[in-house]
């Protein structure tokens, strides 16, 4: 599977899909693809898009229960149904609840001290909700209905990242893997936090993370000679 379809299964992840697209995705060979795919940005020194290994460096790879802790490598190889997903996600990943989770960038960021409409502790239509939606506007996109209130959703960030790597644009999408996703440690907290066993959700944060953190050789140069200005 290639990078940007990496990040668009992702994305499809963390955010409302109807039940055809999401039993297509966990489809045994399709979801077998997209853990291979992730497997490979874990582990191969390349930045984003670039082409892969040869063929002969495979064997090289290590397996996944070298990243993941064996309860997150079960619930991955076993996504959840098209209703476990939606029952999760009501529970969550709505707002207001006492369990919520909702897989939000300014939500899990500190306030702005200059911003007195971000409540402390982080709030919607925070600095990264503006950002995000200024890089949205920058490529021409409309921010989708469902993410009016929450530009910088996980689900439109991922997306985002898989758009700038299907355009062409290797250098903004490593840019903006750099500069949006640190937020996902507190989140991760978060979800640990919960009654409710996470483990998917938590195995699918730290394959982002780790890719994350193999990308880092390659960021110094994204950021300087790319940086997501030019798209913003």
Known sequence: MEDAAVFSTLAQCFG????????????????????????????????LGA???RLSDLRARLPLQEF???RELSALFAPPSYQEKSDFAARHFTG???????????????????????????????????????VTDGLGLEVPPAFAACPDH???????????????????????????FGWLTAYRARLLGLDEDASFYIGLVDLIMGIVAQ???????????????SVA
């Open 16 to 47: 409302p899909v109807g039940e055809d697209e999401w039993n297509e995705l966990t489809e045994s060979a399709q979801w077998s693809d997209f853990l291979a795919g992730a497997r490979r940005l874990l582990q191969d020194n390349r930045p």
């Open 51 to 53: 082409e892969g290994q």
């Open 68 to 70: 993941l802790s064996a």
């Open 96 to 134: 207001g609840l006492p369990d919520s989770a909702v897989p939000v960038e300014s939500l899990h960021r500190p306030a702005h001290p200059t911003d007195p409409g971000v409540p402390a502790g982080g709030g919607y239509l925070g600095d990264a909700a503006l950002y995000v939606r200024d």
């Open 154 to 180: 996980l689900a439109l960030e991922l997306d985002l990242v898989a758009v700038l790597l299907r355009s062409g644009m290797e250098g903004p999408a490593l840019a903006f893997l750099a500069e949006r």
């Open 215 to 229: 990308q880092e050789p390659f960021e110094e140069g994204a950021l300087n000679g790319c940086a997501m200005d």
